[in-house]
């Protein structure tokens, strides 16, 4: 079973160094979203992992959009991004200084047209700034609202306010995404070496306008998924 871990582990390593490496350079936005798709499904595919998308009809794919999503495991934005592959959407996804620094995933993170967010920061603005212009370029913006995985029993652990107020600045309709299925749990099923194929369940709900106050962007989320 360590062996089958180990075996994983190294793949996926060798993976994200590769198309992180293939993602250096200059390349056209659209070549930068079908190498991210395909690092997505490549690694997806070994870890037997398939992506079953409900009212993805529901996207409009004018855009762009603030894209939100809960978030349980480190396999979450490559779901999203096979989840959004048809939609027309090409968005950028809101990384952590951790993440451009990490042995694991910074080659890719740093090429993959993310967005820096660096918490320590004495001040916000430049992060606010590069949002504002990769939305001029016609990029959406992907979010984990809750800040950081949700390792708590809870369906959503609490909503960070960052979220609303890219959606409020650059006044951007909000998209949201519930991965329904918990894909920690998949991917434990797949490093547990377990025969049958998995399948990670994802739900897009009805718009949120940025400019709704009749709840909190966490209370208009969960009413989206008639959740608790």
């Known amino acids: 079973m360590k062996l089958h871990r180990i075996k994983i582990a190294l793949y996926a390593l060798y993976l994200t160094n590769k198309f992180g490496f293939k993602l250096r350079g200059k390349h056209s936005a659209d070549d930068v979203k079908k190498i991210r798709l395909q690092y997505a499904e490549t690694l997806l595919s070994y870890l037997k992992i398939s992506i079953n998308v409900e009212d993805i009809d529901k996207i409009n794919n004018a855009g762009p959009y603030l894209i939100v999503s809960n978030h349980r495991s480190i396999i979450d934005p490559l779901i999203i991004e096979i989840a959004l592959k048809n939609s027309g959407i090409n968005g950028l996804w809101i990384a952590k200084k951790e993440l451009y620094n990490s042995f694991f995933f910074g080659m890719f993170t740093r ?28 990029f959406s913006i992907c979010v984990f609202a809750e800040g950081t995985r949700n390792k708590t029993e809870q369906t959503l652990a609490e909503f960070k306010e960052g979220a609303q107020i890219i959606a ?3 006044r951007l309709p909000i998209l949201p995404i519930f991965i329904e299925t918990n894909a920690n749990i998949a991917l434990e099923s797949s490093l547990k070496n377990t025969p049958a ?17 009749s709840g909190t962007l966490q209370e208009l989320y969960k009413s989206r998924f008639n959740l608790s």
């Open 197 to 213: 194929d998995l399948t990670a369940n994802i739900i897009v709900g009805d718009i949120i306008d940025y400019k709704d106050r």
């Open 168 to 170: 409020v600045k650059n």
């Open 111 to 138: 090429n993959a047209g993310t967005v820096l967010l660096d918490r320590e920061a004495k001040t916000m603005c430049p992060f606010f700034t590069e949002v504002k212009q990769k939305v001029k370029s016609g």
